[in-house]
């Protein structure tokens, strides 16, 4: 493959061969390790009762992406082997990279920015209500 191919729009809209030996097991063992880390997230996020809320959430999120993008990535993979016309195109491929780096980064975001100023606006809030009269 030459890197120039990568600039014309025939190599993204194009049927691409087959993929043979240990580069096709390379595609399905990795999409199907994405599935499995997210079925671990989801079960870990169930089943452990330590975890605070925040930590769950970004759990939940987590695991969606990761079980979504494993599942898409095999869709994917299916649709190159059996060499469907329009949905084998390696422009799919790239849809599906830039979508995992995107809600990648949603995810981080919310784990390392929203996440404190949720936790601190919470702290602020239970402060302040320790002060308000009760209902009776």
Not at 12 to 39: D, E, R, T
Not at 88 to 104: D, I, P, Q, S, Y
Request: no cysteine; glycine share 6%.
């Amino acid at each position: 493959m030459q890197i120039q191919n990568i600039l014309r729009t025939s190599y993204w809209f194009y049927q691409p061969f087959i993929a043979v030996g240990g580069v096709k097991w390379v595609w399905i063992v990795s999409f199907l390790v994405l599935v499995l880390l997210g079925m671990i997230a989801k079960i870990v996020r169930m089943n452990n009762q330590k975890i605070d809320q925040g930590a769950k959430e970004v759990l939940r999120r987590a695991g969606n992406l990761l079980i979504t993008m494993g599942l898409l990535g095999l869709m994917w993979m299916f649709f190159r082997q059996q060499q469907v016309a329009f949905l084998a195109w390696r422009f799919w491929l790239l849809l599906w990279v830039v979508l995992f780096a995107w809600w990648g980064f949603k995810v981080s975001y919310y784990a390392t920015k929203r996440l404190p100023m949720i936790s601190s606006e919470q702290a602020k809030k239970q402060m302040m209500n320790k002060y308000l009269p009760k209902s009776k």
